[in-house]
């Protein structure tokens, strides 16, 4: 690249790649699916206080697995696009392990194989008919 090239990019330095990688890590969406359940959202309505926390760990958002400082940063928190977008992702339900079974191919042998369902054969099968 020659003139153009930023000097400090850190790129054959394998420990810093990887510090960057998970600096900024964040709760996967699995994982903050089980924590919205009844039973687990519990502890997260009344926290303990917590002086290493932003706000003392007292305001947190359990979609986002994140820490604010007030109330009204958390507030706009929920009011922006991050956060709706979060949400919409987390109405899915997680895939299982079951699932990934049987996407890779891999069945046990009580199971039997579900069916697809067709609804394009059977309109063609009964308007032929």
């Given at each position: 690249?020659?003139?153009?090239?930023r000097?400090?990019?850190?790129?054959?330095?394998?420990?810093?790649?990887?510090?960057?990688?998970?600096?900024?890590?964040?709760?996967?969406?699995?994982?903050i699916?089980?924590?919205?359940?009844?039973?687990?959202?519990?502890?997260?309505?009344?926290?303990?206080?917590?002086?290493?926390?932003?706000?003392?760990?007292?305001?947190?958002?359990?979609?986002?697995?994140?820490?604010y400082?007030?109330?009204?940063?958390?507030?706009?928190?929920?009011?922006?696009?991050?956060?709706?977008?979060?949400?919409?992702?987390?109405?899915?339900?997680?895939?299982?392990?079951?699932e990934a079974?049987?996407?890779?191919?891999?069945?046990?042998?009580?199971?039997?194989?579900?069916?697809?369902?067709?609804?394009?054969?059977d309109?063609?099968?009964?308007?032929?008919?």
């Amino acid at each position: 690249m020659g003139r153009l090239r930023r000097s400090r990019v850190h790129k054959g330095i394998r420990d810093i790649q990887r510090k960057y990688r998970t600096k900024r890590y964040m709760r996967d969406i699995d994982q903050i699916h089980g924590d919205i359940q009844p039973e687990n959202a519990a502890k997260f309505e009344k926290p303990e206080l917590d002086p290493e926390l932003p706000g003392q760990g007292q305001f947190y958002c359990i979609q986002c697995a994140k820490h604010y400082i007030n109330k009204e940063s958390l507030a706009e928190h929920q009011k922006g696009k991050i956060h709706k977008k979060r949400c919409k992702l987390l109405k899915e339900e997680p895939y299982s392990q079951a699932e990934a079974d049987a996407a890779a191919g891999l069945q046990r042998a009580d199971t039997k194989p579900k069916k697809a369902k067709t609804e394009a054969m059977d309109v063609s099968e009964s308007s032929t008919a």
